[in-house]
């Protein structure tokens, strides 16, 4: 069966590169393995200018390499990149839940609450696609509060670095750790405690960088 189920409607590039980009992330298209536009048009339902248009696009998130005339394939894992990447998602991550703090009202908490519970049943059954989604729920809401564009623009590029790594080595993420985390950073934001706020986000990306040291 494909990794990439087909596209119902003619949709252009930016539906390409999300079924492209989401397989990458989730690992149905491993590290190393070539991508050739019109397979992947074909699996798609697409005709291969939007393909070719997204590949290049993951090629400038770090997530699809290639050498003109040689090969197009996922990247494999680089670790200088993904330390990078966790470094700059943390900081945007800190000045997002800084900036949005005095703006966020009980329902936004309400919501963070929500998204921790469904993390954390996630968690529970080993569910790494649904885990994820929900801690990206979680930390949406802070960054879409900010109202930053710029901020929530370079998080989409790097996270997905962070979260194809996740996806890898879910059985090494110290994934029950971050209920807790979470739930801390909900209670310093119920709480106005801006300076809580941010050191606990710091401490749940910096724990990301654990992943980097596992085999």
């Known amino acids: 069966m494909s990794p990439l189920p087909k596209i119902a409607r003619p949709l252009l ?22 991508l050739r536009d019109a397979e992947l048009a074909g ?28 090969y197009t394939r996922v990247a494999r894992f680089a670790p200088d990149d993904v330390r ?22 009980p329902p936004d908490v309400a919501e963070m609450r929500a998204a921790n519970e469904r993390f954390a049943t996630a968690v529970d059954a080993g569910d790494v696609t649904g885990a994820i989604a929900a801690d990206d729920d979680l930390h949406d809401v802070p960054v879409r509060a900010c109202g930053n564009r710029a901020v929530a623009a370079t998080l989409d ?8 790594l996740e996806h890898a080595r879910f059985g090494s993420l110290p994934a029950h750790r971050s209920v807790r985390r979470h739930a801390e950073l ?30």
Do not use: C, N
């Not at 590039?13 to 070539?34: F, K, M, Q, T, V």
């Not at 005709?47 to 290049?56: D, E, G, H, I, T």
């Not at 966790?86 to 945007?92: C, E, F, N, P, S």
């Not at 590029?157 to 194809?164: G, K, M, N, V």
């Open 43 to 70: 699996e798609l339902g697409l005709s291969r200018a939007p393909v070719r248009q997204a590949l290049l696009r993951l090629a400038e998130d770090g997530l699809v390499e290639s050498k003109p005339q040689s």
């Open 186 to 215: 909900i209670e310093a934001i119920a709480a106005g405690d801006a300076a809580t706020a941010v050191r606990v986000t710091s401490t749940i990306w910096t724990d990301l960088e654990t992943l980097l040291e596992t085999p």
């Open 84 to 105: 990078d990447a966790v470094r700059l998602v943390r900081t945007l991550h800190e000045f997002a839940v800084r900036e949005a703090l005095p703006r966020l009202a």
């Open 13 to 34: 590039r930016d539906e390409a590169y999300d079924r492209i980009r989401h397989a990458i992330i989730d690992g149905s298209l491993a590290p190393g393995a070539p």
């Open 157 to 164: 590029r790097y996270t997905p670095l962070l979260r194809r």
